[in-house]
């Protein structure tokens, strides 16, 4: 395993443009449907671990995983102890605060003492209306999220979105955006420095195959 460089790929939404990516590297050509249910590939040097996109980091913090692809919205609620070394311009959303159409909240001047929000990304909304003097109780959910304003269990909800269509589709509107979101690139902190050469060549390959070279 010494010459062998370890990658975290997510499984989900950016699992195939991260499969392309190794491709456009010149790494290894592999596609959904020929890994099929497989998790762990080793080929041409380069060891593949397919994840959930919540796993990557820790795969990569605790050396599991030389590098790993995840979310940046992963990356705020999982912060770690990685280097964050490349945005790979792929997986764009937006993390927004949505609220009913009905609703009267809109910006920080129509919002009450207390805020009331469901999502998946606890502390992430919580340092965004901390930081804004906000009160907030924040209620974690780990499915849709979109259902909790319609049976008044909260004012609204925190959640990323690509199109919006959902919320739309769920009677939602956005209120405001907390941040965007990207793939990212990270390493483990140690890999960097015992097997610098061998990661940093991976590294350099997924650069190229990103256009961040040209």
Known sequence: ???????????????????????????VSLSAEELGRQLLVDASGLRVILVRPSDVPAYV???AADLGIVGKDIL????GSHYELVDLNFGGC????????????????????LLRIATKYPRTTTAWFEGRGQAVEVVRLHGSVE?????GLVDGIVDLTASGRTLRENG??????LGSSTARLIANQASMKTRMAAVQAVVAKLREGAGLDR
């Open 1 to 27: 395993m010494d010459g062998t460089v370890s990658i975290a790929l997510p499984t989900g939404a950016l699992m195939h443009d991260a499969l392309d990516l190794l491709t456009r590297s010149r790494l």
């Open 61 to 63: 913090d605790h050396g």
């Open 76 to 79: 705020w609620e999982s912060p």
């Open 94 to 113: 937006r993390l927004v605060l949505a609220v009913p159409d009905a609703s009267r909240l809109d910006g920080p001047e129509t919002w009450p003492p």
């Open 147 to 151: 259902l909790a304003p319609q049976v």
């Open 172 to 177: 939602l509107r956005i209120a405001s955006v």
